[in-house]
């Protein structure tokens, strides 16, 4: 007898729809297709790790990769220490991190080399030039300490300049009422350079408010952590920045604009943004216009992430929480081969820690902790971050997978005689703790910060077209 089947119909893909064997064929071939595309991903995958360890292999990178050791030894023991360094731990043994702590240690000038030793391009430096010396004394054209603390990078091709933003903090260091050393805002300072080494003052680009007490930029509050982007759509330079009272309880982020990288900016307001507290924080703009805000929120406790507003000026509603629990602040956001990757520090005042490396395939997240990215000095290095904070990593045009890594070495006792850490970052090679897999290979790549005690772009770097 011939079954009727009125219901059976052949599809577009000349599966019969009722047939008995058509569903497990199906699935196998959506398997075979997934199968190979992640054969193809890996594949892709593979072809990228292996063009990355061939410019990693290039003299100029494995230059930068040399890894430098340090034996500093901690002197013996001594009568009272600073209260700074007696505060922290006053019965167990005596540490490194102490010793940099007390501005009294003998062995202060491994720290804070005096000026004998600075780095100065008004002078002829012979062998020197061109070097960075992490920790020592940096001046600018004019011979004067660069004061461009908690900075950021941004390059300018318009004028073809580099331009440094930082804190100037030349001022004198107070506690405040809850015990954080401060100093007095004195403004915004901002320095260009066509090499990265050679630093011209273009001065204070966003001034401290003298008379208005109740202004956000008066001297007696804090500002810290500016950083600058070029909007494309409106032609204005946008700086966002930490806005604070002496204590800390403000918790706020503020914008200011101008017409041009050196200012002068405008401030325009503050506020906190989706109604969270925003303590440290840094801005990265995106390949595609889009540009993002990161701030250390919930007493430190979490980072947040949303996009901004076309204009830059403002966020927009969308954000998300993440390293919820981990407690990290000073993050430096930056993008190689379609992954994000960040650099976060712990939360101890001024006083260094370890730092960790994070990584996503969507800036929103998820985001995952791959490990601490420090190699070199010594233990004590790596779980100090080299005695420093970080607060930016600046990409190395036409030298692929490379970046600055650009810490901060503060001096609580003298915050206007914090010093800079500049060392190259490289991402590439296995991650130390590779939490993702993706068919057995990691997601991240290791992102490495390598210690040096000079070090230089390689030579020719400066003429590489951008
Ligand atoms: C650590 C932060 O990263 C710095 O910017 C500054 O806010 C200090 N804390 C203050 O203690």
Known sequence: MRMRNKQRKTTILGWNAGSRCSMPTLIWSLVGFLLLLHFYSTLHKTDKVEETQLQMSHPSFQ???????????????????SPRAAKRRPKKKTTLIDEFLDENSPIRHVFFPDRRSAVDPTKDTGNDSSYYFPGRMWLDTEGNPIQAHGGGIMYDPRSRMYYWYGEYKDGPTF??????????????????SKNLWTWRNEGIVLAAEEANETHDLHKSNVLERPKVIYNEKTGKYVMWMHIDDANYTKAAVGVAISDYPTGPFDYVFSKQPHGFESRDMTIFKDDDGMAYLVYSSEDNSELHIGPLTEDYLDVTPVMKKILVGQHREAPALFKHDETYYMITSGCTGWAPNEALAHAAESIMGPW????NPCIGGSKMFKLTTFFAQGTFVLPLAGLPASFIFMADRWNPADLRDSRYVWLPLIVGGPADWPLEYNFGFPSWSRVSIYWHRKWRLPSGWSDIKR
Do not use: F, H, M, W
């Not at 230059?63 to 220490?81: A, C, D, K, T």
């Not at 995952?368 to 490990?371: H, I, Q, W, Y």
């Open 368 to 371: 995952e902790t791959v490990g």
């Open 175 to 192: 506690i405040a009422p809850k015990g954080i050393a401060r100093v007095d805002i004195i403004g915004v300072s901002c320095y260009s």
């Open 63 to 81: 230059e930068l990769q040399v890894v430098e050791e340090e034996n500093i030894q901690i002197p013996p023991p001594r009568g009272r220490r």
